[in-house]
């Protein structure tokens, strides 16, 4: 199990973490979420031992993790992380950057498992060709191989798919996370695209002005989101009175109610259209399966 204790910790005066505690088990998927520059980076290179802690402590099993003040050579062999820059070999091919840590006295077992990697991150077109003709995403890919080949006890992921387009996505974090829940690597992936979340995180937390502010499953937190930067990860939604945080596929128009608002504008969303529309001169937001006219006067209700 990774525990993460009481760590606090600034580049400079200012606190970029305050007092955070968690633990992840073996297997486990943890997500970390929270606006640019609150810190979810840092957490992660904390965690991989890429600076030293003036408070808190961090363990994996029993060994503390220790930054460059006492490991002349950053990182644990038990731990990987696939920064957002890859630090990938150019010029050498992608099967010789996934195999590049395998042990060249087991040529077989090198070869077979670089296959399985490259088959994992869907780059089996791509095995010999050299990194540097390779695109972000592609790259991206390589890098995720990479840090699998040694089959870590834990990985840790920045913004792991943000290079790869939509059409692959899906299945390439179906792929990844998948492949890690069947080794029972624990991985920590630090995010700001919910899909990366939803469907895959055991646990999440929200990290904000430094601090932990919200960690529990993420179905609970969509369903009960305590604050509206948890509910904005999730997707759009409105603050309204006397209900609170209601997302706008929550919201349905009906023939008789005593809520009333006036549509503004209708926004294609593809399977549904979001109207923007103005209910006690402020705006609210509504998932809708057909467009409205601008300025149709409009009932609704709330579900919960
Ligand atoms: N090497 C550094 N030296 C000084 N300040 C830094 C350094 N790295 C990050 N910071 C600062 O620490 C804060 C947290 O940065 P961090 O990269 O951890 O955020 P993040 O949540 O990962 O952001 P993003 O989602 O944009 O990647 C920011 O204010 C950033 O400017």
């Known amino acids: 199990m990774l525990q993460v204790k009481n760590v606090t910790f600034g580049y400079s005066k200012t606190k970029v973490l305050k007092a955070i505690y968690f633990n992840v088990k073996a297997g486990e998927n943890l997500a970390i979420i929270g606006e640019s520059g609150s810190g979810k980076s840092t957490l992660l290179k ?126 390439l974090r179906r792929n990844v996370f998948n492949y890690l829940k069947s080794k029972h690597i624990a991985c920590i992936v630090a995010t700001h695209d919910r899909n990366d979340v939803l469907g895959f995180a055991d646990e999440m937390i929200v990290l904000n002005e430094a601090e932990i502010i919200a960690k529990d499953t993420p179905q609970n937190l969509y369903k009960n989101p305590k604050q509206p930067l948890i509910a904005s990860f999730f997707g759009e939604f409105n603050v309204i009175e006397s209900y609170g945080i209601v997302y706008a596929n929550q919201i349905q128009i009906v023939d008789d109610s005593d809520l009333k608002a006036v549509v503004k504008t209708s926004y294609f969303n593809g399977s549904s259209w979001l109207i923007e529309a103005d209910y006690k001169s402020e705006s609210i937001f509504i998932e809708h399966n057909l467009e409205l006219k601008k300025d149709a006067e409009i009932q609704f209700s709330i579900s919960s």
């Open 46 to 171: 904390l965690i991989y031992g890429e600076y030293d802690l003036k408070q808190g402590q961090i363990f994996w099993k029993d060994e503390e993790i220790l930054g460059p003040k006492y490991n002349l050579v950053v990182g644990y062999d038990f731990m990987k992380y696939v920064t957002q820059e890859f630090d990938l070999m150019p010029v050498i091919t992608v099967e010789e950057n996934i195999g590049k840590h395998l042990s060249r006295f087991y040529p077989e077992e090198k070869q077979k498992r670089t296959e399985e990697l490259i088959k994992v991150v869907e780059l089996e077109a791509f095995a010999n060709t050299k990194v540097k003709f390779l695109s972000g995403g592609q790259k991206q890919r390589v890098a995720i191989a990479r840090a699998l080949a040694k089959e870590p006890e834990i990985l840790l992921l920045d913004e792991p798919f943000s290079h790869i387009d939509n059409f692959q996505k899906q299945g």
